[in-house]
């Protein structure tokens, strides 16, 4: 069966400070993987996605960045934190655009 | 370009009654439509989807969902509801042209003891 990790759990940074938050999937090859931010407990927003390695489609312009080194890793990068990343941040995954997407656990950043 | 609706931020009911969820979409072309749930601090767990066929679908924990064509509606529903089913819930759409999942903003499901 399949299963996405999300590390860390939670996280809290200084302004300025840089980030990597980190997503793998087992049990799938090739798979779509997803970025998205909830902020306030509620709507998503799509941040990245990636049909492959070293394909990576942004969503929203912002202080970040994604990159998919392996078929099955996918990061999140800041080079500084700005107090509105601050969010709870969700890596999912789908075996095409229109299947159904399964996520992680979720990252919950802190920025002050 | 595709969107979802899902009008009521809140929604309490006693536990044993019925639960409706309410989702309208707007879509060019055939919709797949979604529904998760989310406990808090958790990421989403998938319960549902129409893809084609029977109006009428069933998923996860006792759910079900009812796609509407001609409301473009796709309701989610339990006949009697549970303390542990309050959760935020979303549903979402997906079409060929926009090639991406949207989710609509997300209801608070509260069951009352």
């Known amino acids: 069966s399949q299963t996405i990790h999300q590390w860390p759990a939670t996280l809290v940074q200084p302004v300025g400070s840089p980030l990597s938050l980190e997503c793998t999937v087992e049990?799938?090859?090739?798979?779509?993987l997803y970025w998205y931010r909830q902020a306030a407990g509620r709507g998503l927003q799509l941040l990245f996605y990636?049909?492959?390695?070293?394909?990576i489609s942004s969503e929203v312009p912002q202080n970040l960045s994604a990159s998919r080194p392996q078929d099955r890793q996918f990061i999140l990068s800041s080079k500084k934190l700005l107090l509105s990343d601050s969010g709870f941040y969700l890596c999912?995954?789908?075996?095409?655009?229109?299947?159904?997407?399964?996520f992680g656990p979720g990252t919950r950043l802190t920025v002050l | 370009a595709q969107s979802v609706a899902q009008p009521e931020d809140q929604v309490n009911v006693a536990e044993g009654n019925p639960l409706t969820v309410k989702c309208t979409y707007s879509?060019?072309?055939?919709?797949?439509l979604f529904w998760y749930v989310q406990y808090p601090n958790r990421g989403l767990q998938f319960l549902l989807k129409?893809?084609?066929?029977?109006?009428l679908v069933k998923g996860s924990y006792g759910f079900e969902a009812e796609f509407n064509k001609s409301q473009t509606s796709f309701h989610l529903k339990k006949p009697s509801a549970l303390v542990s089913d309050s959760a935020l819930y979303f549903c979402?759409?997906?079409?060929?042209?926009?090639?991406?999942?949207?989710f609509g903003s997300g209801t608070q499901l509260t069951v009352l003891p």
């Open positions: 049990g799938t090859s090739n798979p779509n």
């Open positions: 999912a995954w789908s075996v095409q655009s229109r299947d159904t997407q399964y």
């Open positions: 879509v060019s072309g055939n919709p797949y």
């Open positions: 990636s049909v492959g390695i070293g394909q």
């Open positions: 129409y893809i084609t066929g029977d109006n």
């Open positions: 979402a759409v997906y079409s060929g042209s926009a090639r991406q999942l949207t």
